[in-house]
Antibody, heavy 120, light 108 residues
Framework: EVQVVESGGGLVQPGGSLKLSCVASGFTFSGSAMHWVRQASGKGLEWVGRIRSKANSYATAYAASVKGRFTISRDDSKNTAYLQMNSLKTEDTAVYYC???????????WGQGTLVTVSS | SYELTQPPSVSVSPGQTARITCSGDALPKKYAYWYQQKSGQAPVLVIYEDNKRPSGIPERFSGSSSGTMATLTISGAQVEDEADYYCYSTDNNDNQRVFGGGTKLTVL
């Protein structure tokens, strides 16, 4: 059974930092690119960024809205991906989802999300 | 930055065909993916690589792409298909992934 579980969300003040974790099981994590996607309350999905596999040099890419503030990393030995969020703004408030798998094969796996609230 | 454009809403009666469009300049060269998201739930992939259906997705869901437009078609839409639908693709450089703004499908 495939499981993707995000954790680390919570309340943080503007300008603060938070690190999210995403633990996956049930598929070949090491070969999968891992993405982070967010959704503000009542709004649409927004792609945040991704990290590719070791075979693809762990290449990262980010949305313009978070570039320079957010960093994605992974630890294949722990089947875990991370999202380090710095210089947080109120507009970063959202549910953050982690997704992985092999969508070009129809295998696409999402967690249930973790809520990040940026507020004073 | 790259954008995908969807209509905000589509409404059909049960048993009718629903079509949701997605336009983007890179779609002639890049695949479109479609997600269904019901209230309070994580998104579910319903179409990948323009027109392929993942295991477990009903046959009434189909996809197509021509030029700068991709289309999700739900043939014989059912009440349980009411959801938000998002297209998803990448820019020409394969760096920026993007979701369309989402289309709320109403079946009543």
């Amino acid at each position: 059974e495939v499981q993707v579980v995000e954790s680390g969300g919570g309340l943080v003040q503007p300008g603060g930092s938070l690190k999210l974790s995403c633990v996956a099981s049930g598929f070949t994590f090491s070969g999968s690119a891992m993405h982070w996607v967010r959704q503000a309350s009542g709004k649409g999905l927004e792609w945040v960024g991704r990290i590719r596999s070791k075979a693809n040099s762990y290449a990262t890419a980010y949305a313009a809205s978070v570039k320079g503030r957010f960093t994605i990393s992974r630890d294949d030995s722990k089947n875990t991906a991370y999202l380090q969020m710095n210089s947080l703004k109120t507009e970063d408030t959202a549910v953050y989802y982690c997704k992985g798998g092999y969508p070009y094969l129809g295998n696409d796996y999402w967690g249930q999300g973790t809520l990040v609230t940026v507020s004073s | 930055s790259y954008e995908l454009t969807q209509p905000p809403s589509v409404s059909v009666s049960p048993g009718q065909t629903a079509r949701i469009t997605c336009s983007g300049d890179a779609l002639p060269k890049k695949y479109a993916y479609w997600y269904q998201q019901k209230s309070g739930q994580a998104p579910v992939l319903v179409i990948y690589e323009d027109n392929k259906r993942p295991s477990g997705i009903p046959e009434r869901f189909s996809g197509s792409s021509s030029g700068t437009m991709a289309t999700l078609t739900i043939s014989g839409a059912q009440v349980e298909d009411e959801a938000d639908y998002y297209c998803y693709s990448t820019d020409n450089n394969d760096n920026q992934r993007v979701f369309g703004g989402g289309t709320k499908l109403t079946v009543l």
